[in-house]
């Protein structure tokens, strides 16, 4: 009879253990939820958002935080009219010091049109990309120099050097193994799109801004393992 008890105890309790098994099962299978991450912009004016409506929200990197896991910050080093040499004194040193995530790299349109030496703008780049490699964990992401050749401004540049500097710029992110985000075939759509550039025919307008925020995060995903 106590046997029989104890088998009947036993059949009406297994129901309840399944359920709790398929509980642990959902449970192990869920997938975490991202966390939060640090991403700081080194950067000109286009970090700083000249040429938008509000430039402290609808800069290209204020856009792609808002992209990130909930949570993430916003380091946004971006000087006006910064050359990269500056930058290795002004933002550089706040970059490694902020424990990034992410980090992205687009600070090369002042110094082509300063008609800085190519050889110096790499060495500097070259400091940057290695500083950032080697005293941080982070992904780095570092823009080369778009198709300038549809902007209303296009008359003001010399633009005849623009490959030798992108391909320089190419080397130096393959040497220092970072990822590089080719601005030079992607903002070749801007003669489809003149609303993306603002009205001083140079800067990038807000529905511009957003466009670019889309063009790297693509790349910042990839590199960070993000679900787009």
């Given at each position: 009879?106590?046997?029989?008890?104890?088998?009947?105890?036993?059949?009406?309790?297994?129901?309840?253990?399944?359920?709790?098994?398929?509980?642990?099962?959902?449970?192990?299978?869920?997938?975490?939820?991202?966390?939060?991450?640090?991403?700081?912009?080194?950067?000109?004016?286009?970090?700083?958002?000249?040429?938008?409506?509000?430039?402290?929200?609808?800069?290209?990197?204020?856009?792609?935080?808002?992209?990130?896991?909930?949570?993430?910050?916003?380091?946004?080093?971006?000087?006006?009219?910064s050359l990269l040499h500056q930058a290795v004194d002004q933002q550089l040193p706040i970059a490694l010091d902020s424990a990034p995530d992410l980090v992205t790299v687009w600070l090369a349109v002042n110094d082509y049109a300063a008609q800085v030496p190519l050889e110096r703008y790499i060495a500097d780049l070259d400091t940057v990309l290695g500083q950032?490699?080697?005293?941080?964990?982070?992904?780095?992401?570092?823009?080369?120099?778009?198709?300038?050749?549809?902007?209303?401004?296009?008359?003001?540049?010399?633009?005849?050097?623009?490959?030798?500097?992108?391909?320089?710029?190419?080397?130096?992110?393959?040497?220092?193994?970072?990822?590089?985000?080719?601005?030079?075939?992607?903002?070749?759509?801007?003669?489809?799109?003149?609303?993306?550039?603002?009205?001083?025919?140079?800067?990038?307008?807000?529905?511009?801004?957003?466009?670019?925020?889309?063009?790297?995060?693509?790349?910042?995903?990839?590199?960070?393992?993000?679900?787009?």
């Amino acid at each position: 009879m106590n046997r029989l008890n104890r088998r009947r105890r036993l059949l009406l309790a297994l129901p309840g253990l399944m359920l709790a098994g398929a509980a642990c099962g959902n449970a192990t299978s869920a997938q975490p939820a991202p966390r939060p991450l640090t991403y700081v912009a080194i950067g000109a004016s286009d970090s700083a958002g000249v040429g938008a409506s509000v430039p402290d929200q609808e800069s290209w990197p204020a856009v792609l935080q808002r992209k990130l896991p909930p949570g993430s910050r916003l380091i946004n080093l971006g000087i006006s009219g910064s050359l990269l040499h500056q930058a290795v004194d002004q933002q550089l040193p706040i970059a490694l010091d902020s424990a990034p995530d992410l980090v992205t790299v687009w600070l090369a349109v002042n110094d082509y049109a300063a008609q800085v030496p190519l050889e110096r703008y790499i060495a500097d780049l070259d400091t940057v990309l290695g500083q950032l490699r080697e005293k941080t964990t982070a992904a780095i992401l570092v823009g080369n120099i778009p198709d300038m050749r549809s902007l209303p401004s296009a008359g003001r540049f010399d633009l005849r050097d623009v490959d030798r500097w992108n391909a320089a710029i190419d080397e130096a992110a393959r040497r220092h193994d970072v990822t590089l985000v080719d601005l030079k075939t992607t903002w070749r759509e801007v003669a489809d799109h003149p609303e993306y550039i603002s009205s001083d025919g140079f800067h990038p307008s807000t529905l511009g801004y957003r466009r670019l925020a889309d063009v790297f995060y693509a790349t910042a995903a990839a590199a960070l393992g993000l679900v787009t």
